[in-house]
Each structure stands twice: as structure tokens, then as C-alpha cells.
């Protein structure tokens, strides 16, 4: 291979205006760390939304090697997809199964997650025609969006007459305030479901994802369901981050701009520098999933308003300067020393040195909406867990 070879990935890499460092042997280290919190229970992984925007066919290969049999997905094509890489798994969909999606499910012998009274009719009257086939049922404990009512499920539950081909092999719920431990929410659907998993003995029951699993044993069940911890992300709110970090973007400084103080900065000129400043623009926008909540205040209004997003790079945080825009943001780099940094230098954006939550914080959301942001034009590079 050349130098001058322009299909060499490593090299595409490292040339690219954006990157995405996804770290496969983080995320098998927190399935397995997730795995031990899950004591005697079995633990799943969720890898709807791609794997969280990290790419399901890697990621789902990935948790298949550490020993995860039991997989999450919100819709068939991503059960489809991750069949290849997970051939003796069970893969739940958590949209369930509608008219005219039988045989994407059979095909790739896909578990539909049965979450209303037309999708239990329906799939009564699919499995009377096609025989037994595994589906679960989700049960509402409170939550107020998927789920049978709690009265419908423990009815069902004793419904001798339901056809024998009728075989749940999973019933869960989902927990609405798990990342408050305080949160007296918690104790109510949990009461609720030891109701749904006494009605259903000999079924597997399921309650917690990443933040429940928290929660501790009471809360576990047979299986838990994982989504957010596995990629580094926090599950609870004001506890310190246990997970190893799984994702690093980086993007490029396309050029670095001396600015005088009283100019102003990016698109409606909200940001005016108290200072002679030394600006980096870098090759990253909320068209790749920095969103433009992370402007915040700008600069002279940092103290004092709600702060925006802060970049990473030769050992400095950096703040960004003015609003984000599509393809490119701007960061205050005054602070950091001339020879430092140079344009062709890469900001974190976030990853091992600005966590995650901390910058979506910044934006006034969580970490997960980060994460399945990210957009189509980071190059992506994956550490091998192997
Ligand atoms: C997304 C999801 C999960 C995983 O949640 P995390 O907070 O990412 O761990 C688990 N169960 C259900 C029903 C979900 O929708």
C-alpha cells in the first residue's frame, strides 16, 4: 500500500473534518460491568436507533462476542440487520408487529414485544395460523406509553381459554423516574409489576433498563435491559458516571482567526468579545449532531447566563464562541499557548477528556440525544474489542 492510497481507511481517518473514535472494547467492559450489577439476572443489551448512533452491525457483533443473547430493538429492520451478528440471540422489537410485518419477523425469527390489546388480537390470530412462535408482552406500570394496562395483562394472564400456540416468553414493564433513585415512582411500579410477574409464573419478567439496574436486586427480574450504560453514557442523575467512556468526535480547525475585542462572533452577532481573542473554527455543526442549543450565551455573558459547550484540545477547555451553526463552530482558544495548536488540529468534542453528559448538559439534554444525533459525516474508526 502507497501513501498515496486514497481507499486506506486508517488514512481517511485521519485526513477526515470530523471524526468518531467508537471504542468496542468499552462497550463489552460495560456489558460486562452491567452484567455483574445484574447479579442472578440475565442482561440484554439495547441496541435500537443503530446501537445509539454507533452502528448496530459493530456494536451488536460486539456484545454477541462478550455474551449477550438477548437483544433490544425498536423496529423490525433493525432486528433484520442485527440477526447477521447475532445468529443464536433473541431479538425483541419493541414496536411490536402489525399486519403485513409477519414475515420479517418469521424470516429472521424476530420476537415482537406485544404493547396493546390490537396488537394481542392480531398476533393471536398470527400465531393460530403460523403456529408457536416467542413473542413478549409489555405491561403499562406507569409509564404512559407502550404496554397493556396493568388490569388487561393480569386478566390475560388467567385467561384459560387463550389459544395454546399463545406462548410469551418475556413479560416487561419500563420504569418512568429510575434515574431518580428518590423518586417515589420507583416502589410504585415496582409493586405494580411483582403483580404482573406472580400472574405470569414461569414466564421471564423484566423491569429495568440501564438506570433501574442501579436500583439494585428488588429491581432486577430475570433479565435487564441495558441501552445507554453500555455506551458510556449516564443512567443516573447526580451519581458519579461508573462506565468507561465508549465514543470520542473530534472534528478539525479549519483555520485560526485573530479577532479584536468589541467585535462580535457567528450568525446574529450575540456574542461580543470582552477581549482581543484568538478564535478556532472548526469543521463540525448541528448538522453533525452538535446541536445549536450549545451556543449558549457567548462569551461576555458566561458567568452569568446559562454557559454553553466547551471543546477539549491540548489539555485546555475551550468554550464555544457564538451560535453553532450547520457545518461549522467557533471556539475561544485565547487561553490555550499560540504553539499549542495550530489549523489541521482536531477539538474533542466529546469523548474521554469532556464527557458526554457534561457537553449535552450544556444543551439542556441528556446524553442519548447526542449520541443518535450525530449524523452521516464523522469517519468512523472502531477499536476492536477482539
Ligand atoms: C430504550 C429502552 C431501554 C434502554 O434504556 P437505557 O436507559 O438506554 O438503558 C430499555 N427498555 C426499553 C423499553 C426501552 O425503550
Known sequence: ?????????????????????????????????????????????VVKADAYGLGIEDVGQTLYHAG???????????????????????????????????????????VPVIASQEQLAFWMSVVAEHGDHPCALHVDTGF???????????????????????????????????????SPMNRQQLESFRRVSTAFEGIDSSLSASAGTFLGADYHFDLTRPGIALYGGEAVNGMDNPMRPAVTAEARILQI??????????????????????????????????????????????ETGIPGAFGFIAGYKVPVVGRVTMDLTIFDVTDVPPNAIAAGDYVELFGANMPLDYVA??????????????????????????
Not at 486514497?6 to 460495560?30: G, H, K, Q, V, Y
Not at 404496554?147 to 416487561?172: C, I, K, Q, T
Open 1 to 45: 500500500m502507497t501513501a498515496f492510497d486514497l481507499t486506506d481507511a486508517a488514512d481517511e481517518f485521519l485526513a477526515a473534518p470530523l471524526r468518531l473514535t467508537i471504542d468496542l472494547s468499552a462497550i463489552a467492559d460495560n456489558w460486562r460491568d452491567m452484567a455483574r450489577r445484574s447479579g442472578k439476572a440475565r442482561t440484554a443489551a
Open 68 to 110: 449477550a443473547r438477548d437483544f433490544f430493538v425498536a423496529v423490525p429492520a433493525e432486528g433484520a440487520t442485527l440477526r447477521a451478528y447475532a445468529p443464536e440471540a433473541r431479538i425483541f422489537v419493541l414496536s411490536g408487529i402489525w399486519p403485513g410485518m409477519e414475515a420479517i419477523f418469521f424470516e429472521h425469527d424476530l
Open 144 to 182: 404512559n406509553r407502550l404496554g397493556l394496562p396493568l388490569e388487561d395483562a393480569l386478566a390475560l394472564a388467567d385467561d384459560v381459554s387463550r389459544p395454546a400456540s399463545f406462548s410469551p416468553v418475556l413479560v416487561l414493564s419500563h420504569l418512568a423516574c429510575a434515574d431518580d433513585p428518590a
Open 257 to 302: 482567526r485573530e479577532a479584536k475585542a468589541g467585535e462580535t462572533v457567528s450568525y446574529g452577532g450575540t456574542a461580543m468579545l470582552s477581549r482581543d481573542s484568538r478564535l478556532a473554527i472548526v469543521s463540525a455543526g448541528y448538522a453533525d449532531g452538535y446541536l445549536r442549543a450549545l451556543s449558549g450565551s457567548g462569551v461576555p455573558l458566561r
Open 361 to 386: 448538559r450544556a444543551a439542556g439534554t441528556i446524553g442519548y440525544e447526542l449520541l443518535t444525533s450525530l449524523g452521516l459525516r464523522y469517519e468512523r474508526r472502531y477499536i476492536d474489542a477482539l
